[in-house]
């Protein structure tokens, strides 16, 4: 969402004077490449494992801050919850998607988010939760980035994060 949010702001920078990003994407192509390079394949086969591989694509978005990163550094830092439902409609759009997954990730992993956010003429404000050491680090580097950019720890409650992106919007 931030890419399209950057690339929107700098197409129509009259009509977009403000962004507010949420655990923006990486801006180093190092920290970009593995996300192609790491998803699963997910071609349809006679056993079913295609399934099994998208639940787990799916639902270690949730467990780990980056899926590929399977280790303790990049485990989220709350309270899981996990819904099985939201699970499985996630994983029913992956397969819907199909081919298109790995083209949209290898696309946002070739964007020069870090050229980007530096040439957007929008304020950017970059939100993160505290709790997650590596998102917040990767949005305070955004916030660095971006030619009015602006850094804000805010937890993962809605009410606190719709607080902090209201009173930056008036």
């Given amino acids: 969402g931030g890419i399209l949010a950057v690339a929107l702001a700098r197409a ?3 009509a977009i004077r403000r962004l507010a990003l949420i655990d923006p994407p990486p801006l180093r192509a190092e ?5 192609a390079r790491s998803l699963p394949d997910l071609t349809p086969d006679f056993s079913g494992a295609h399934l099994q591989k998208a639940w787990y694509f799916v639902r270690d978005q949730e467990i780990f801050s980056e899926w590929y990163a399977q280790d303790l550094a990049h485990s989220l830092n709350w309270e899981m919850q996990l819904d099985p439902a939201d699970i499985h ?3 029913v759009e992956v397969l819907k ?3 298109a997954v790995r083209a949209a990730l290898e696309a946002s ?3 020069a988010f870090d050229s980007a956010l530096n040439a957007c003429e929008a304020s950017v404000l970059c939100l993160a939760d505290p709790a997650h050491p590596a998102q917040a680090a ?4 955004a916030a660095g980035a971006a030619r009015y950019g602006r850094f804000t720890l805010v937890s993962r409650q809605p009410v606190a994060t719709a607080s902090q992106i209201l009173s930056f919007l008036a």
């Fill in 12 to 14: 129509n920078p009259a």
């Fill in 31 to 35: 920290e970009r490449t593995p996300v």
């Fill in 89 to 91: 409609r996630r994983v």
């Fill in 97 to 99: 998607a199909g081919p």
């Fill in 109 to 111: 992993s070739a964007y």
């Fill in 138 to 141: 990767r949005a305070e580097a």
